[in-house]
C-alpha cells in the first residue's frame, strides 16, 4: 500500500494521524484535499444524532453472510443454464450465427 492510500485510509477510519502522516499530508495535494474534505463532512455530522435500529450491524452482516451462502450453493450447471437462457447472450449468439453465415458469402 503506498504511502497515499494509508493516509487515506487513515483518514477515512478516522484513526489518529502520526507526524510522518501529517508531513505526508502537508506535502500532498491529493492527501491534503482528503483531509480537507474528511474534516468538512466531521464538522457537519458531528452533532446530527442517528438513531440505529437495534442489532443493525448484526442483522447486515447475517444479510451479507446468507447472500454468500446463496452463491455458495450456485453450481456451475445452474450458472451456465441461467447465461444460456438470458435474451441478450441468445440475441448474441444468433448475431455471431448471421456473421458467419453471410460473411462466406
Known amino acids: ?37 474528511m474534516e468538512q463532512l466531521d464538522s457537519m455530522i458531528k452533532d446530527e444524532a442517528i438513531d440505529l435500529p437495534l442489532n443493525f450491524a448484526d442483522n447486515v452482516m447475517k444479510k451479507i453472510i446468507a447472500d454468500e451462502r446463496a452463491w455458495d450453493t450456485v453450481t456451475f450447471q445452474d450458472f451456465f443454464a441461467e447465461l444460456f437462457n438470458h435474451s441478450l447472450f441468445r440475441w448474441g449468439i444468433g448475431g455471431v450465427g448471421f456473421l458467419i453465415a453471410f460473411s462466406a458469402h
Open 1 to 37: 500500500m503506498n504511502s497515499c492510500d494509508k493516509v487515506q485510509e487513515s483518514l477515512a477510519w478516522g484513526r489518529s494521524i502520526v507526524v510522518s502522516e501529517k508531513e505526508h499530508i502537508l506535502n500532498c495535494s491529493k492527501c491534503s484535499e482528503v483531509a480537507f474534505q
